[in-house]
């Protein structure tokens, strides 16, 4: 009666949310959920098969890669398809659609071991540890050792991870239920040191190695080669609407889960992962003023900014860099100094956001001509031609907020 109870008043929450303009409603009604029933999760979770999908950058591409795969395949899904994250998220999706016997749920990566066991997980996939909102969530050593906690005390929950990144090959330990993926490392500036160690980790085109201790990259089953994901059975071309090695990466996990955990028939799951074009509002376009559509792409920290600057500077179009520092982007923006900002000196670039003025002395110092305009929008506005706009998380759900 308590669950009952728990998710009644959570929908009538969400709704008057969405009724009064206040917000999607999945994060209130979530709340309202644990608060009347702090078991909720357990029983919503009951008698489901549970896949969990974290990571620093990538985790909702992922989720959503990975729903759409299974649903071609005819399986039924449940998954936080907003991107609420953490425990009161998670229940509001859960909650939401009881019939469902697989959910697939993206999980903030501080609060895996926290869900883990309410939610009787049966598979962990696990994409990258980088640096992210340091004022708020500590050095990547800090969630990489949470993570190991949740390999050594759960042998038998499979795991399907990078093999490419040492804090998560450390953090899956010796785990005996793991499916490696190669994915490639093209940010390794969190990952100079052995996590075993301590030593400076050897780099090669595509894999590290420490030569204190003997901590290596493991061989991987699975590997992505460009489009191409290498599996044991055969090459799959992955042929995504959805731009940037980035996202390769994100289909790879996403499409090795599928086949190796989930029995999916390959070409069908490569019909639902194809057939995406938008996540979350990452990708999808503002209108300007003059008629102009503007691309929207998300960056969070040094790796998404930089995996995203290399995708654009080859292209033509101009470009507009809004960055906020509230709590949800980390308050702190010095993080600014650690992401190539230099790659734009060919293009014509905007400094805006609340911190527009940060990004400017940014700028200069990186010899990128530019202008600034704090609001997003009027800055595309101001720049000529095809213009894309990276923007921080609160910057980011603003203007997607406003193009739909």
Not at 1 to 13: E, F, K
Not at 167 to 184: F, I, K, P, Q, R
Not at 341 to 349: G, I, S
């Amino acid at each position: 009666m308590r669950t009952a109870a728990a998710l009644l008043a959570g929908r009538a929450a969400g709704w008057v949310s969405r009724a009064t303009g206040r917000g999607a409603g999945t994060q209130v009604s979530g709340r309202v959920m644990l608060a009347i029933d702090p078991q909720l999760l357990t029983e919503v979770a009951r008698g489901r098969r549970v896949a969990i999908v974290s990571a620093t950058n990538g985790k909702t591409t992922t989720t959503r890669l990975l729903a759409e795969a299974l649903r071609a395949c005819g399986t039924p899904i449940v998954t936080n398809h907003t991107g609420a994250n953490m425990p009161a998220g998670v229940a509001a999706a859960l909650g939401r659609d009881p019939e469902p016997d697989v959910a697939i749920l993206e999980v903030d990566e501080r609060w895996v071991p926290k869900v883990v066991d309410p939610l009787d997980a049966e598979v962990l996939i696990l994409g990258n540890l980088t640096r992210d909102q340091l004022d708020r969530f500590g050095e990547v050593r800090s969630i990489a050792t949470r993570w190991r906690v949740v390999s050594d005390t759960h042998p038998k929950i499979a795991v399907v991870a990078n093999a490419s990144d040492p804090h998560v090959v450390w953090s899956v330990g010796a785990h005996a239920n793991v499916t490696w993926v190669a994915l490639g490392a093209p940010w390794r500036s969190d990952a100079a040191t052995c996590p075993e160690c301590a030593g400076l980790l050897t780099w090669s085109t595509d894999a590290f190695h420490c030569d204190h201790c003997g901590f290596t990259q493991p061989a991987s089953a699975y590997r992505l080669d460009g489009d191409t994901l290498v599996t044991p059975k055969g090459d799959v071309e992955l042929a995504l609407q959805l731009p940037g090695d980035w996202n390769r990466m994100n289909a790879a996990l996403a499409l090795t889960t599928a086949i190796a955990y989930f029995d999916a028939d390959v070409t069908r799951a490569l019909g639902g992962m194809r057939a995406v074009e938008v996540v979350s509002g990452r990708f999808s376009t503002c209108r300007l003023s003059d008629g102009r559509d503007a691309r929207v792409l998300l960056a969070k920290n040094p790796a998404g900014w930089t995996e995203v600057l290399r995708w654009l500077e080859p292209r033509a179009g101009a470009v507009v860099l809004a960055v906020n520092a509230h709590i949800a982007d980390g308050r702190d923006p010095s993080w600014l100094w650690d992401v190539p900002y230099e790659l734009l000196r060919d293009k014509a670039v905007a400094a805006s956001g609340e911190r527009a003025l940060d990004v400017a002395v940014r700028l200069d110092y990186g010899g990128v001509d530019h202008i600034v305009e704090p609001d997003p929008l009027r800055a595309a506005a101001r720049l000529v031609g095809e213009v894309h706009i990276i923007a921080s998380y609160t910057q980011f759900t603003h203007l997607t907020r406003e193009s739909w």
